[in-house]
């Protein structure tokens, strides 16, 4: 079932990926055009980008879900709470796995680490909200 919670994680892992391409964009930016080095940007930078589209159009297929399931029950994202813990955690660990798995400097290991960067987050969310 599609809930508040998978659309806060969908949204914060969006987040995490364009956040990663602005970063590298800037990086392309300082690079010397013609080098082996600003190709290799720019193509990371597409794969990236269209890792991102996929990710946007699941979160419009998850934004229409949520329209037809009662849209009034469900709060703004930003205002959704971090699931439990453990949870957190699990899947973290999972993240990590494929962060590893990946080759680096990859789309895929650019998505895994921002993967593992949005847990990082929820994680962090979730433990300063148990301790408050």
Same mark, same amino acid.
């Given at each position: 079932?599609?809930?508040?919670?998978?659309?806060?994680?969908? &949204?914060? &892992?969006?987040?995490?990926?364009?956040?990663?391409?602005?970063?590298?964009? !800037?990086?392309?930016?300082?690079?010397?055009?013609?080098?082996? !080095?600003?190709?290799?940007?720019?193509?990371?930078?597409?794969?990236?980008?269209?890792?991102?589209?996929?990710? /946007? &159009?699941?979160?419009?297929?998850?934004?229409?879900?949520?329209?037809?399931?009662?849209?009034?029950?469900?709060?703004?994202?930003?205002?959704?709470?971090?699931? /439990?813990?453990?949870?957190?955690?699990? !899947?973290?660990?999972?993240?990590?796995?494929?962060?590893?798995?990946?080759?680096?400097? &990859?789309?895929?290991?650019?998505?895994?680490?921002?993967?593992?960067?949005?847990?990082?987050?929820?994680?962090?969310? /979730?433990?300063? !909200?148990?301790?408050?």
């Amino acid at each position: 079932m599609t809930g508040e919670t998978e659309l806060r994680r969908a &949204s914060d &892992s969006f987040l995490k990926q364009v956040e990663r391409l602005h970063e590298l964009e !800037e990086e392309k930016r300082q690079t010397e055009p013609g080098t082996p !080095e600003m190709v290799r940007l720019a193509r990371l930078i597409e794969g990236i980008a269209k890792e991102v589209l996929g990710a /946007a &159009s699941r979160e419009s297929d998850l934004a229409e879900l949520a329209a037809r399931r009662q849209p009034a029950r469900f709060r703004p994202i930003e205002a959704v709470a971090p699931r /439990a813990i453990p949870a957190i955690i699990a !899947e973290w660990r999972e993240a990590e796995r494929g962060l590893e798995a990946a080759a680096p400097g &990859s789309p895929a290991w650019e998505t895994a680490r921002a993967e593992v960067e949005r847990l990082r987050d929820e994680y962090r969310r /979730a433990y300063e !909200e148990r301790t408050d």
